[in-house]
């Protein structure tokens, strides 16, 4: 099946340094890539959507100035966390589209645990 | 706006005891619906999923059916087994509008013990 990687699975920063996150497609070409946080026992909340050469759209009340998203490529998407503060620890997921936004499955990355000091 | 609501867990049960989670939304229109699986440490899986009215979604002896009337999506399994310990995602997708976009519940833990 569709395989998704998360890069760093887990990383831990100070206060007001950036973190990048990397979401891969490893055996596929993602059309779309969608970046979801998720709070402890609650849902995960869509931030962003990222069709490859485009520019990201954010959901309602995300800052897209600190949650940087990158799809350069086909297979590659980044999330770049700036300036972070403790309030931005989280658990991170991307997901991959592999046939355009209306019709397909999205596929799952493991996740990145976030923690800044 | 779209929304799915999910009974809280978490869930504790027997191995080969009878599993039901329950999920309802709120939509307009007659979204997709899924259910998505989350064990320990990995990414979500999709699970199953129906796409119209009445539908069933099956998989690995895991049943849901798409019940317009009562907007739910009620995730079944006969007996279940410890290796079925994770959290269940019910979630939606809009048929029009919404792009891929899905609406996720809050999830459910089940925990299976021998």
């Known amino acids: 099946g569709a395989v998704v990687s998360q890069h760093p699975s887990r990383v831990i920063c100070k206060s007001g340094t950036s973190v990048k996150i990397e979401c891969r497609s490893l055996d596929f070409q993602a059309t779309t890539m969608f970046w979801y946080r998720q709070f402890p026992k609650q849902s995960l909340m869509l931030m962003a959507t990222s069709n490859e050469g485009s520019k990201a759209t954010y959901e309602q009340g995300v800052e897209k100035d600190k949650f940087l998203i990158n799809h350069a490529s086909l297979t590659l998407s980044t999330l770049t966390v700036t300036s972070a503060h403790p309030e931005d620890s989280s658990f991170y997921i991307c997901?991959?589209?592999?046939?355009?936004?209306?019709?397909?499955?999205?596929?799952f990355g493991p996740g990145t645990r976030l923690t800044v000091l | 706006g779209n929304s799915v609501t999910q009974m809280e867990g978490p869930v504790t049960l027997s191995e080969e005891a009878f599993l039901t989670i329950n999920c309802t939304y709120t939509?307009?229109?007659?979204?997709?619906l899924f259910w998505y699986v989350q064990y320990p440490g990995e990414g979500l899986q999709l699970l199953l999923k129906?796409?119209?009215?009445?539908d069933k979604g099956s998989n690995k002896g895991f049943e849901a059916t798409y019940r317009k009337e009562t907007t739910s999506f009620h995730l079944e399994k006969g007996s279940v087994q410890v290796s079925d310990s994770a959290v269940y995602f019910c979630?939606?997708?809009?048929?029009?509008?919404?792009?891929?976009?899905?609406?996720f519940g809050t999830g459910t833990q089940l925990k299976v013990e021998l």
């Open positions: 997901s991959a589209s592999n046939r355009g936004v209306n019709t397909d499955t999205q596929y």
């Open positions: 129906a796409t119209k009215a009445d």
């Open positions: 979630a939606l997708r809009p048929l029009t509008g919404g792009g891929n976009k899905l609406t």
């Open positions: 939509a307009t229109g007659y979204p997709s």
